[in-house]
């Protein structure tokens, strides 16, 4: 397995452990497609783990990054993110409360979604749910990505590597193979 499919598979199994009326894994993707730059994602909620996996496949592929360190980013990424979905509970509460004191010092009817949202961020439920999305993503993280589970991968990447370097050699001649790589990059160039 790769870390990208490590990856995906840890977004699969945190969307199916964390309770219903949350972020899912599928807005997760997509936010994090976003920040890889993709499109948003919004009109393929179903598609966008795959979308995501797709962009880090061809971030390691085709831009030549480190899937490792792409991987590690987006868990630390993710991670932070989570956590500030209540870290930042109290502005948002802040916010949204100002913005419901806007629309009745104009006398405007408040719409139901800023309603909904100022009532759903100031109730204790929503503060436990959060809580236990936030668990949920660092116990299954803690395991999909354990110390073992890290070294494993990292011994693959080294294999994989190997494997790649002697196909290298295999392709160049008996000539070739005592040159440098500045040499052999001077003769590819003329």
Known sequence: ??????????????GEAIPEGTITSEDLAIYLGMTLGTGTGLDDPEGSIENLKDRIDYLVNEQSIVEQFLIESLLKFTSDYLESLNNNRGFRIISEENMIKTFEKNESEIPKAVKKTFEKAKSVEDYYKCEVVISQWEKIVANNFSRIKRTELVRKDMQSSMDRHDRFMDSLSEEDKDKTIGELRDKLKG
């Open 1 to 14: 397995m790769t870390w990208t499919n490590v990856f995906v598979e840890t977004l699969k199994e945190w």
